[in-house]
């Protein structure tokens, strides 16, 4: 059905008893739902691991959890219960939940949104697996060390952003918050919950739109899908389009669906077609509610098309903080306000800056119609040589996995901010090879979304050009850009390290950053520094929707520019340069986001161009 979940999730939250003792009890992963699913979130039994000791002290089988939480949110979050803001090496969580003799029948899998970032879990004192990355999403199969009745699950998680060895994002790597930096994270941080089915299933559908020829593929990820008979439907408003039945190899099927009148993915129109796949081998079916976005995305003539047309990304910095929650959005209606926040003011996506949005944020922004440049928490994370190479790629490599079916997502980008020279977060010049790689490995994964190697600075190879500019002044945005040609350098602090090409289309993703207050006090705190800080203060609201209304109209006339992306939705802690307060509050009058609004809403230059 165009824009809305299956009635699956309708019926299950009907029938959610303790939907109020459990927090974020929607379905985490919209693209691959099933009715036989259950939520861990809720109060856990919990414990800090201070020296980190907790195995030998026989946490997994018996250990002493004097504390409790209440999970997805962080222990630093106040939605936690907990509130923690100092370092916080280990911790570790236990929680009891009960199976009946129908779930042990089939496969039980125990999924984990995020936890950062080194996992370890146990059920009933046995190990079920480990898994390194605080941002990606991972399963273990615990059918063989499940019980009927009740069952003891014990989570460990470590996390030491101070090592310069994990990808820790924005968040701080000093005791308190500085900069543009803020507060941490550690352990669970998106939901928990388990699945229940048959030993044959559907592991994953991974979806590739053909606008052009008005198709669709579906490649279905099996287990123990020898012999079985996949079925795979196209859906408009509930009724079946298009069908087809398969037989299966052991893990993968692969069906093409022509689609008579295709209707197109848009921000202007977000449709979305719905897709049911049936598994049935012998007398087990699995069945599983997917969608799809149909849509083109091409990058060519200095310009970024969609669906065929010159298109100018209106983007806005999003680093999905949050006051009570931290990384953990307080409730799905909020993942729901920030993007609509954005696009009532004109901007018609995002780049989700040095964090992985959960499935959740996507699944809102492809039926909301929001385009999103995928990015990963790269910072932190000593890019210096291959040992970085070896800890990046398989947290980047889940990340392309769990999101290539989402149509809102229009390009990856797995670095920010990377430099010739010794001032990238790790502290030194990264390996060209590092990003090379990732970049080539990032395109064999998904050739059908540009990929900017590097945010920012130096770029090594990429399909688009990208600048960091907090210049405050309009004219001298307007003299500087307004007729970049090939070979020139591109303004930055670091001048010599950026020539553009004069060939792929040029994204500004990164620039006003204009702070402002009413708090005054907050306002003369701030002292001038490098980045945006380093200009005159606004003195007034106005000034301040001059320097965002002349920047933003800049880069719309000229015609050297694909997009923009300002900085940023909201404040985040001691940064005053959001266009709303942290708390998700407007910051001013009606006036000042009118002219925000119309600015953002002219017609670009590259859009006017045939």
Known sequence: MKNQEWNVEVDYDKNLMKKQECPRAEHPRPQLMRDSWEPLNGVWDFAFDFSNSGCESGFPEEGGFPLQITVPFCPESSLSGIGYTDFIPAVWYRRRFQITPEK??????????AVDYECSVWINGKSAGTHKGGYTSFCFDISKLVTEGENTLVVYAADDIRSGKQCS????????SYGCYYTRTTGIWQSVWLEYLPCAYIKNLRMTPDALNGSIEIEAELVQGAGAELTLMVLENGTVIAQKTICCAAH??????????PHLWSPDDPYLYNVKAVLRQGENTDTVYSYFGLRTVEWHDRKFYLNGKPLFQRLILDQGFYPDGIYTAPSDDALVQDIKLSKELGFNGARLHEKVFEERYLYHADRLGYMVWGEYASWGLDITGAEGLERFLPEWLEVLRRDYSHPSIIGWCPFNETDELPLCAAGSAPDKEVVRTVYQVTKAMDPTRPVIDTSGYCHVTTDIY????YEQE??????????LRAGEACYDEKEDSQRYDGRSPLLMSEFGGTFWSSDRSAMEALQPEGGWLRWEKPQSEKEVCRRIAGLSGALLASKAF???CYTQLTDVEQEFNGLYTYERNKKFSEEIYEEIRRTNLQIAAVERQL
């Open 474 to 483: 309009p004219e001298v945005f307007r003299s500087r850009y307004g007729k």
């Open 466 to 469: 990208d600048l960091h500019d």
């Open 169 to 176: 994002g924005k968040q701080s790597a000093q005791r308190e």
């Open 104 to 113: 042990r029948r089939g496969c039980i899998l125990l999924h984990f949104g």
């Open 252 to 261: 993968l099927a692969v069906c093409r669906f022509d689609l008579e009148s």
């Open 562 to 564: 694909s997009g923009f």
